[in-house]
């Protein structure tokens, strides 16, 4: 057999079926008639409602046709020989077997297509550069005749390569050649007749270049041409309009772009049967040029730079109406939904913009806000009723722009009206200084054109159809299809009308109310008239809406009058502040129609009125007070007071509801609580008085039984017992004592609380008989809790207050402490011992205060020492006082390094510091000696050890607090540099914390956290390595001892992945080890006396070198541990997780600094490292190395050009960079493509790689 020639036939059926498809004019029901007007003349079907999804239908169904067939012609055609001719054909057809890429052909065929782009844009970018930043071309001929023979070279070969069937590598370099055509012409133009406009040449250039080369690339099936041949074409009348001297010559030609681009759109469409794909990426795009043409032709019709500041509105207008008639001719097409919203919110944006044009000048410039939104809805009205443009469009996305462009113009009055609303309910009076009196009526008058147009709206296009409701499918919508048999007359009868637009009317609704509530804010209304009327206006909606056809409506008509009931009254309660002779009667008044608006919510819900109306009488009541010049605390008392003795009224009366109740509670709840905190800074009888009114209150809801009482608020009540008498009596002491009564009563409160404590079980066994078992506890809990509060309280006033002193502070501590230890020795409450600690601690201290002892360890060390010495006794005795032991040994050494990184030692020898080091060791050797000891009470004492062990990690943090407070020049440094001290001192201290880790986890036992967390040991890194970075200079012996630093971390995150490899877990995580390291890289680098790859290259290799290990292990099956953060890299496979952090770590700073200091090298650099990571990634089958070096190099490009090269970057070497390393891509991607072929897809190609 001999291979002969491939032929194409097309099969005849195939032909003629695309073409039936795409035939528009011929009925496909009948197959005889002419279609006119969305009719058939002869059978009759009408296509109004089902045009458009036949169409689409029959696009796809074309466009299935021609991807079969354009697989269909790369079937390749065998000729037979006459030996294979004689032999009978077999009954059967065999099955074609489709041979299957070897891995190494997958591989190939997997990294050429990125090879043969990235090869293509580097070998541009150099052309770029060479013809623009090269010094040596100084002339546009010289630059035109270099660039001219290279453009027809790739063109060239690009036709060569598609003859070939390297498809992919002509794709590749028929761009190149679209590039170098581009520059040539670029470089071309200034070499043209001064006559000859520039924009005019360039336009007749591209139109005379696109279109063949578009045919062209018809013919051969090359996408970059026609994708970048449309774009041409599709820019050549807005060239043409750049032109023309005048802005509207410029605005037509971006008109006329955008109509070209959606006329190419429709071209394109026809295109996909004959190209044999579906053209996605040129529709696209020519979709998003339309799109960017009307948005540029608008902001050109808007401001035009250099002609005039503003255009006219006629403009803007037209403007706005050409693109929605492109839009409409556009709904037909790819994007129809989109294209449908633009044609709706520009037709409301031309009506706007006319409206404004014709009025602006005829009308005081105020009314222009109730003009627009006017205009916007009555052009939605107009939209809602043109019922033949809905056929042509998509109503609910034409509907959905519309009012879209609709919010948009009465947003800002809305804003303004609700701001003008706001203001007068939340300034009162002070809202009348700032009202601006011209705008209110326009806006009011807006409001109520919104209300009406909405509403309009809604109703003319409501559903019409029996059974079908706002939110079904609307018109240009698919729906079911009627069968054959029924009449078209009947079919087009039950074409349904626009839906889902019944939420407008319920929106203009809501602007009525709006218009309402304006209208009685105007200021040309008298305040208490406006008061009068709203008041009655509130009440009166109020009763219409419990009546029963308004309740028994629908919840979205009936709740605008409800809550413009509501909002009517809210304002007029606003509006009766403006004057102080109306806010009593108006309150009043307020407070009585709340209570007839209870009756427009359930029954559940009326509890909210009866809060907030309780709330406005106190509020009332206050305001009555005050302007009858009663004293502030004396309004606050008699307000608190007359809320309290509500409240109780209410406990007793049954009558009232249990929500209502519980709102009066929270409501008086709120002066009880601005009460008590004015203690802290008043007091007097009068706060005695209301305080003793809420602690009669807390009593009766203690014992008392009621419905809606329940366990919770029961103990809350009980909560406020005590501390409710504290204050009565901290008030009663200031009233009645002439002198400050802290140093009599805070003793007598402790007294109070020392009694309290314990006699909370006797409390409880008397209320169980009358409140229950379950209620009885919650109440001793609660007084005891309260009970601790008030002791809190007691002890903060001690200390607080000058004139408590250090005296009564030693006796409340004292009396608060034996309170706590009879609590606890007689009711079994364990804490009571921790807080009799805590006292007689304070106690000590306020001793000290008094004879002038004042040194931290002498505060400090006491307490924690004696309650560490008491958990040796009790564990050698056999008790478990484990947490006891390590609280107290904390106490100790966690606030001297507090103290320490605060204040530091108090003198010029660091002995705090030392001291605590000290200790840590000292602590090690306890720790050594209590793992070796044998006795039987040394062997009690054993369970210690842990917490022995675990404070003298803590305790090693003092060496990197004082090393940073070298750095930060805090203290003064032994010796110079500070660096190598902070390191040594770091070094001991570390090696004490790592001891300690070790013997941590050798003493756990079996299967214990401890023996398999890898955390032990990272605050040994960091007791070595944290206090060294603050210690940099601008010294070079600094600079290179954190280099070492540095290096050495690095050597240890190396030997901790081998380790993890390996199944160690000691070494703490990779990640974390990195962490740390890269902080010290960048303080070592901070003095910018080395560059950024003295840190980086160090760090991203020993990175990819742990990933490396990582990469053999799981190559090897084995992997350590499970897969997790921590254990980085063991339980890794592939390239990202493994390789791909430390080639990020490599390039991203050379990247980076590529902008911020720009070298020649370093550009160099950056793209020699990007194409080892390629050649590697693509010879080894490594993702991660060739995705990255793939990205690299636009980046490092764009960043190159950002700098402007010729200046930071030298033009020549780094043109000859780009093209021997883009040379060397496409050389490879074409070997590559010659020895596999094309492969299925880029997807497919690039999962491959591991």
Not at 395 to 401: D, K, R, S, T, V
Not at 442 to 459: D, E, N, R, S, T
Not at 1145 to 1152: D, F, G, N, R
């Amino acid at each position: 057999m001999s291979a002969a020639t491939p032929t194409r036939p097309a099969p005849a059926w195939s032909t003629r079926a695309i073409g039936h498809l795409l035939d528009n004019h011929t009925c496909p029901r009948c197959g005889e008639g002419e279609v006119r007007a969305n009719r058939c003349g002869r059978c009759g079907a009408d296509y109004a409602e089902f045009g458009t999804e036949l169409w689409e239908a029959s696009q796809r169904a074309a466009e299935a046709l021609g991807d079969r067939q354009a697989v269909l012609d790369r079937v390749p055609v065998i000729a037979l020989d006459a030996v294979a001719a004689s032999v009978p054909p077999v009954a059967s057809a065999p099955s074609i077997a489709v041979p299957s890429a070897t891995p190494e052909q997958a591989s190939s065929a997997t990294v050429q297509s990125v090879l043969a782009i990235a090869g293509a844009g580097l070998v541009a970018v150099a052309a770029v550069v060479f013809a623009f930043f090269n010094p040596d071309l100084a002339g546009s001929g010289v630059r035109a005749a270099i660039l001219a023979p290279i453009a027809a070279a790739f063109l060239g070969a690009a036709v060569v390569l598609v003859r070939r069937e390297l498809r992919f590598s002509a794709e590749a370099v028929g761009g190149l050649g679209l590039v170098f055509t581009a520059l040539t012409v670029a470089a071309s133009i200034p070499l043209l007749p001064a006559a000859l406009d520039p924009w005019v040449a360039i336009a007749i250039a591209t139109l005379a270049g696109a279109w063949p080369m578009a045919l062209l690339a018809i013919r051969l099936r090359l996408r970059v041409w026609l994708w970048s041949s449309l774009i041409a074409l599709a820019f050549v009348p807005r060239l043409l309009g750049s032109a023309s001297p005048e802005p509207a010559g410029a605005i037509a030609g971006t008109l006329t772009a955008a109509a070209a681009a959606a006329a190419l759109v429709a071209w394109t469409v026809r295109l996909r049967s004959r190209v044999g794909t579906r053209l996605t990426a040129e529709i696209v795009t020519l979709t998003v040029l339309q799109a960017a043409f009307a948005v540029v032709a608008l902001i050109q019709s808007v401001y035009v730079p250099g002609i005039v500041p503003t255009a006219p509105a006629f403009i803007v207008s037209a403007s706005a109406l050409v693109v929605a008639m492109i839009a409409v001719a556009s709904a037909r097409r790819p994007a129809g939904g989109f294209w449908s919203f633009v044609a709706g919110g520009s037709a409301v944006l031309s009506a706007v913009t006319a409206t404004v044009g014709v009025f602006a000048e005829r009308v005081p410039s105020a009314w222009l806000w109730a003009l627009v939104p006017s205009a916007a809805v009555a052009t939605l009205v107009t939209i809602g009723a043109a019922r033949p443009l809905h056929r042509r469009v998509r109503a609910p996305y034409l509907f959905g722009g519309a009012v879209a462009a609709v919010g948009t113009a009465a947003a800002p009055p809305t804003a303004i009206a609700l701001v003008a609303l706001i203001t007068v309910v939340s300034l009162g009076g002070r809202a009348r200084t700032i009202a601006v009196d011209p705008v209110e009526p326009p806006i009011a008058v807006a409001m109520a054109a919104l209300a009406l147009g909405l509403g309009v709206f809604a109703w003319t296009t409501r559903a019409t159809r029996e059974g079908r409701g706002p939110g079904r499918a609307g018109a240009g919508e698919p729906g079911p299809a009627p069968s054959s048999t029924e009449p078209a007359a009947k079919s087009a009868a039950l074409a349904p009308r626009p839906m889902g637009t019944a939420w407008l009317g319920t929106l203009g609704q809501w602007y009525g109310v709006l218009a309402l509530l304006l209208a009685m804010a105007l200021p040309a209304v008298p305040p208490g008239a406006g008061i009068a009327l709203g008041l009655v206006l509130g009440v009166a909606l109020a009763v219409v809406a419990t009546r029963t056809p308004v309740r028994a409506a629908g919840l979205t008509r009936r709740l605008p009058v409800v809550i413009g009931a509501h909002l009517v009254v809210l304002l007029a309660a606003a509006l009766s502040w403006q004057h102080p002779e109306t806010t009593v009667w108006a309150g009043i008044g307020a407070v009585g129609a709340i209570a007839v608006l209870a009756g427009t919510v359930p029954a559940s819900a009326r509890f909210v009125h009866t809060g907030i109306g309780f709330a406005y009488a106190l509020v009332v009541l206050a305001t009555g007070l005050g302007r009858a010049d009663v004293a502030e605390i004396a309004v606050l008392s008699l307000t608190t007071s007359a809320a309290g003795v509500v409240a109780i009224v209410a406990t007793f009366q049954r009558r009232v509801p249990p929500r209502s109740w519980g709102a009066i509670l929270a409501v008086t709840a709120v002066p009880f609580v601005v009460g008590v905190a004015l203690v802290l800074v008043e007091r007097s009888g009068w706060t005695a008085l209301s305080t003793g009114v809420i602690l009669l209150l807390a009593l009766a809801l203690t014992v008392t039984r009621r419905a809606g009482l329940g366990t919770s608020l029961r103990a809350v009540a009980a909560s406020l017992v005590v501390p409710s008498a504290s204050v009565v009596a901290v008030c009663l002491g200031a009233q009645f004592l002439e002198t400050s009564g802290s140093p009599a009563v805070l003793p007598v409160v402790a007294v109070l609380v020392a009694i309290m404590l314990p006699s909370t079980t006797a409390i409880r066994a008397a209320l169980e008989p009358r409140v229950g078992a379950r209620d009885a506890a919650a109440v001793r809990l609660a007084i005891e809790g309260s009970s601790l509060a008030a002791a809190v309280i007691a002890v903060v006033l001690a200390l607080a207050r000058e004139a408590a002193g250090a005296p009564t502070s030693l006796v409340v501590l004292l009396v608060l402490g034996v309170g706590f230890a009879v609590q606890a020795h007689s009711m079994g409450r364990r804490y009571g011992w921790w807080l009799a600690g805590a006292a007689f601690s304070g106690a000590l201290w306020s001793l000290w205060s008094l004879i002038g002892v004042s040194s931290v360890e002498a505060h400090l060390l006491p307490p924690a020492l004696a309650a560490a010495l008491i958990a040796v006794v009790r564990t050698a005795r056999g008790a478990r006082a484990t947490w006891l032991f390590a609280a107290g040994l904390l106490a100790a050494i966690v606030p001297l390094l507090l103290v320490l990184a605060v204040a530091g030692s108090g003198a010029a020898y660091p002995w705090r510091a030392y001291g605590l080091i000290a200790a840590a060791l000292a602590l090690v050797g306890v720790g050594t000696l209590l793992g070796r000891t044998r006795g039987e009470r040394m062997r009690r004492l054993d369970v210690l050890r842990p917490a022995i062990l675990t404070v003298v990690i803590v305790a090693a943090a003092a060496a990197p607090i004082e090393g940073a407070r070298w750095g930060l020049g805090l203290d003064a440094a032994p010796a110079t540099p500070a660096v190598a001290w902070a390191l040594g001192l770091g070094v001991v201290a570390a090696a004490a914390a790592a001891t300690a880790a070790r013997m941590l986890r050798t003493g756990a036992p079996a299967g214990s956290r401890l023996r398999t967390t890898r955390w032990l040991a990272a605050p040994a890194v960091l007791t070595a390595t944290v206090g060294v970075w603050p210690t940099i200079e601008s010294d070079w012996s600094a600079i290179w001892i954190m280099w070492a630093l540095l290096l050495a971390l690095l050597i240890v995150m190396v030997v901790a992945a081998d380790r993890a490899l390996r199944g160690g877990r000691f070494l703490p995580p990779v990640w974390f080890l990195f962490a740390v390291a890269f902080v010290t890289a960048v303080v070592a680098w901070s003095p910018r006396e080395l560059r950024v790859e003295w840190f980086s290259l160090p760090l991203g290799s020993f990175l990819v070198l742990a990933g490396t290990l990582g990469l053999r292990a799981a190559a090897g099956g084995s992997g350590g541990e499970l897969r997790s953060l921590p254990s980085w890299p063991a339980g890794r496979a592939g390239s990202w997780p493994l390789l791909a952090p430390g080639i990020v770590v490599t390039l991203s700073a050379s990247v980076a600094a590529t902008y911020t200091d720009p070298q020649t090298w370093r550009a160099i650099l950056v793209m020699v490292l990007a194409l080892a990571a390629i050649l590697v990634g693509a010879s080894l089958r490594l993702a991660a190395p060739f995705v990255l070096g793939v990205v690299v190099l636009p980046i490092e490009n764009l960043l190159a050009f950002l700098v402007q090269i010729g200046r930071g970057i030298e033009s020549m070497p780094w043109w000859i960079t780009l093209s021997v390393v883009g040379a060397v891509l496409l050389i490879i991607a074409v070997t590559y493509e010659r020895r596999a072929g094309e492969s299925a897809g880029f997807a497919a190609r690039l999962g491959d790689l591991r």
